[in-house]
């Protein structure tokens, strides 16, 4: 437990692009889960896509600030814009398109994080951005003057006083006069611009501090005016500005959910099945773990929770409510501290390699259940069970089941759920079903959850195809014993896979990784064509699995919602009736 299945060859197909809510964008190949990359360079988020985040099935990444910004190491400085031009500590502009155009070929759309409440700190006085250009008090050239800023000049101490919240300075933050038209034209501008580089949407930094007419008078500006955006609308009770009130521009976090989500992990779990109550709607609500702020403020759990905090992502990701974001930062000790190695001016690029980089994204317990997030996308909770304390599990109609264990010890239990018959991958424990698991036809399997563990079966992991079978140790030769006699061109020992082109693509590409070799840099490999309807590819496993998806170099992705497929043996086959082992030509 805790780790990833892999399916074998008659895991079924899916449609070309998985469909996601509609409080996220619908361009992606994936879901709605967006990969939050605190302070990662566009460069180090463009590999991710196509390594990382693509493959496992995530459908957006979020990225901080791309404009330019105040000199310092402090993360905060990406936070106090001095211009709108796309050079950041991050990278430059052209990084930063490549990066986007990187990621939609990889089948992620990006969120960009809009800093448009303020601009630098009063408290910086004059200086330079890390772009070269000037700033001051009231003064920004070519950008903004004296009077492009709230009469108030004074810090926000009154959070019961609207006025004073959305016109006075957010921690000395220079206040944008978002009521001008000339601003709103000016903030519209920057976000367009970002737009015409391919940005799918917007997280709206400080969103309580601006009025929400204001917001819905910006976004009416833009090339898009449909682009996604979600509102950082900090919410608390007898307050009089509340996230509700920013849905007719938008979804808002709901900030609750992750409050609640640090309570119940450091108490009990088993009320966790009414955490939607009282909260935004679902379809309206962008929710999370921990954000940069929180996780430095103590507000919500951080990574330094450990077991528990990959617990409380897994629960986010199999519960049916508000589109989910897997925040992945750094490790620190000083709050205000940057990126590791960070300059005044830049930051290296980041590396999973190194331990003062958290990447969650990566966490196998967190990637299996991006894919059952998707695989499961559209079912309700059944068979909800808990004990009363700290050990809870629920299915997701016919499609999957989960099981938390948020104790000390491990606990051994016989389960009911609605899944169909058949062996499944647990999903939170290896990316290469090392464990399964055998649901009986009554619908009921045993199994122990460590202490502090996890486990999730879903029907697009499973080594049986529901139909029960062997444990799904499929390490390479699928016990065939070699040669059909077809394909007589084939080398020993290689694969070919052949797709189905009912998708009627302009083009065909597989991306593909063996064993766990590196992935092919996507879009991948052009498939040839084979015959009539089919495409195909030729591969040297070396005895290893194969774990591929398929796209057509556009945006376009079939990756098995999110799952990827499978794959093994001499000739496989993958279209819309399923995985099967033959050739179809």
Not at 280 to 300: I, K, P, Q, Y
Not at 333 to 341: L, N, Q, R, V, W
Request: charged letters at 20%; aromatic letters at 10%.
């Amino acid at each position: 437990m805790m780790a990833v299945g892999a399916a074998a060859a008659s895991v079924p197909a899916v449609a070309a692009t998985s469909q996601p809510p509609a409080s996220v964008p619908s361009d992606s190949g994936g879901g709605d889960v967006i990969a939050n990359m605190f302070q990662w360079t566009w460069n180090s988020v463009a590999e991710e896509c196509t390594g990382s985040l693509g493959p496992a099935g995530y459908g957006y990444v979020q990225v901080s600030p791309p404009q330019e910004n105040i000199q310092g190491t402090e993360w905060w400085t990406s936070y106090q814009p001095v211009s709108y031009q796309i050079e950041s500590k991050l990278g430059t502009r052209a990084e930063f398109a490549a990066m986007v155009e990187t990621c939609r070929t990889a089948g992620v759309g990006v969120v960009a994080d809009a800093v448009i409440n303020h601009m630098t700190g009063a408290n910086n006085g004059s200086g330079t951005g890390v772009a070269g250009s000037s700033f001051g008090i009231d003064d920004f050239p070519g950008l903004y003057g004296a009077d492009d800023f709230n009469d108030c000049r004074e810090d926000i101490e009154d959070y019961g006083d609207r006025d004073e919240v959305q016109n006075c300075r957010l921690v000395s933050l220079q206040d944008l006069r978002t009521g001008s038209d000339g601003v709103r034209s000016t903030i519209a501008g920057y976000l367009n611009d970002l737009i015409s580089l391919g940005v799918s949407g917007f997280r709206i930094d400080a969103a309580k501090h601006i009025p929400a007419e204001d917001l819905e008078a910006i976004k009416s500006k833009l090339s898009d005016p449909d682009a996604f955006w979600v509102h950082e609308v900090i919410g608390a009770a007898g307050e009089p500005i509340q996230p509700s009130e920013y849905l007719g521009s938008g979804d808002s976090h709901e900030f609750d959910y992750a409050r609640d989500l640090k309570s119940r992990f450091d108490g009990q779990i088993s009320q966790l099945n009414g955490i939607a109550e009282g909260k935004l709607d679902s379809d309206r609500a962008g929710v999370f773990v921990d954000n940069h702020d929180t996780e430095r403020n103590g507000e919500t759990m951080n990574y330094k929770f450990g077991a528990k905090y990959l617990l409380a992502n897994a629960f986010m990701l199999s519960w049916p409510y508000g589109s989910p974001s897997v925040y992945s930062g750094y490790t620190f000790d000083d709050k205000d501290a940057g990126a590791p190695g960070a300059t005044g001016t830049s930051v290296p690029d980041a590396s999973c390699d190194s331990a003062e980089w958290t990447c969650t994204h990566r966490a196998t317990e967190v990637t299996g259940m991006v894919g059952f997030h998707n695989e499961v996308a559209g079912t309700e909770v059944t068979d909800w069970w808990d004990d009363g304390d700290n050990h809870i599990a629920y299915g997701r109609g016919e499609s999957g089941y989960v099981t938390i264990n948020n104790s000390d010890a491990a606990v051994t239990r016989t389960y009911e759920t609605s899944l169909p018959a058949g062996t499944y991958c647990d999903v939170v424990a290896s990316s290469t079903c090392e464990e399964t698991y055998t649901v009986d036809s009554d619908g009921t399997f045993t199994a122990t959850v460590p202490a502090y563990g996890a486990l999730a079966l879903h029907v697009g992991k499973t080594t049986t195809g529901g139909g029960g079978g062997d444990d799904g140790d499929d390490d390479g030769d699928n016990g065939d014993g070699g040669d059909d006699g077809e394909g007589g061109d084939e080398e020993a020992g290689s694969t070919t896979v052949y797709y189905s082109t009912a998708n009627d693509w302009a083009a065909y590409n597989i991306h593909y990784q063996v064993g766990s070799g590196e992935w092919t840099a996507a879009p991948g490999e052009p498939l040839a064509e084979a015959c009539t309807g089919w495409v195909k590819h030729e591969i040297d496993p070396d005895g290893a699995t194969i774990t591929a998806a398929f796209n057509d170099g556009g945006g376009t992705w079939d990756n098995n919602s999110g799952q990827d497929y499978t794959l093994s043996g001499t000739d496989i086959s993958v279209s819309a009736d399923g995985v099967t082992e033959e050739n179809p030509c």
